[in-house]
């Protein structure tokens, strides 16, 4: 885990591997994106994706909504990003 938005990047973490079946696939990679925002690249198994973003992209939203809560902590905005 990096140094930018550990908190945040450990909650996105923790989210997906709660839902995802192959949890060693799970690699959830942080940039930055600006001087105080983080990007988090989410990537999972392949076949696992649709769990992921869910019905209409539901679940992706909520993933969202829980990082960037996470992320204030860590005093940065957050853009969570699933990547193929």
Same mark, same amino acid.
């Given at each position: 885990?990096? &140094?930018? +938005?550990?908190? @945040?990047? @450990?909650?996105?973490?923790?989210?997906?591997?709660?839902?995802? !079946? &192959?949890? *060693? /696939?799970?690699?959830?990679? +942080?940039?930055? /994106?600006?001087? *105080? +925002?983080? %990007?988090? !690249?989410? %990537? =999972? +198994?392949?076949?696992?994706?649709?769990?992921?973003?869910?019905? %209409?992209? $539901? =679940? /992706?939203? @909520?993933? $969202?909504?829980?990082?960037? @809560?996470?992320?204030? %902590? *860590?005093? =940065? &905005?957050?853009?969570?990003?699933?990547? &193929?």
């Amino acid at each position: 885990m990096s &140094d930018l +938005a550990p908190t @945040a990047q @450990a909650m996105c973490h923790y989210v997906v591997t709660s839902i995802v !079946d &192959d949890t *060693d /696939a799970v690699q959830v990679t +942080a940039t930055s /994106a600006g001087p *105080d +925002a983080v %990007r988090l !690249d989410v %990537r =999972v +198994a392949q076949g696992e994706m649709g769990r992921v973003i869910g019905k %209409r992209g $539901r =679940v /992706a939203h @909520a993933i $969202r909504t829980l990082v960037r @809560a996470a992320g204030s %902590r *860590d005093e =940065v &905005d957050i853009e969570v990003e699933f990547v &193929d």
